[in-house]
Structures are given as structure tokens and as C-alpha cells.
């Protein structure tokens, strides 16, 4: 449990710094898909397989928390056990959502209503 005193300590070196990075980077991903749909460039193709799309999405959310992560390091007393132990946390956390999404992906792959093609 953490110590009452420790909250605004926490939240001033962590919390904070943190939130205002990931704002940031959201920002400026909506700035850059904002212009692209107004000059009217298309969304990425489709991934080739259920499994790649989401192999491809846990490891951008991966990297995307890592840098998240190394940004706001310095905020933080002990940077270096910050990184290492979010490495690892991160990768359980996105290998074990990705298995989740893929064996559920798999699962309902051939269920659900069908839609016929209008004549």
C-alpha cells in the first residue's frame, strides 16, 4: 500500500509527466491522420491476416509505450529500473493481450451473421 505522504510525490513525478507526454504524442497522431485525411490520402491497407494485424498492433503499442515510458524516465529517482522493469511488464502485458485478441479472433472467424452482397 502506499503511504498517504508519498501521493503528491507520486503524482508530481509520475502521474503528471506521464499523462502530458501520452496527450502530447496523441496530438500529434491526430494532427498527422487529420491532414492525411484531408488531402484526401487513404488509411493503411488491410493487414493480410487477422493474426499479423494484431501481431502489428501490440508491437506498435508496445513501442509506443516505450517511448512513453523512456520520455518521462528522467521525471522519475530511478530511471534505468523504471525502463527495465516496463520492458517486461509491457511485453507480458502486450504478448498476453495479443494471444487473447488472436485466439478470440480465431475463435469467431467463421461465426456471426453473414451479409449477401446487394444485386
Known sequence: MIPAAALPS??????????????????????????RRSRGVEGPAPAGSPVRHIALTAGGGY????????????????PA???REAAWGGAFLAGTAALVFMLLSLAWSGRGPRREPNP
Not at 13 to 34: C, D, E, K, N, Q
Not at 63 to 78: D, G, K, N, Q, Y
Open 10 to 35: 507520486i503524482v508530481r513525478t509520475v502521474v503528471i509527466p506521464m499523462t502530458a507526454t501520452a496527450v502530447l504524442i496523441g496530438s500529434l497522431l491526430a494532427s498527422y491522420w487529420r491532414s
Open 63 to 78: 513501442v509506443a509505450f516505450m517511448a512513453i515510458v523512456i520520455l518521462t524516465s528522467p521525471a522519475v529517482a530511478r
Open 81 to 83: 529500473a523504471l525502463i
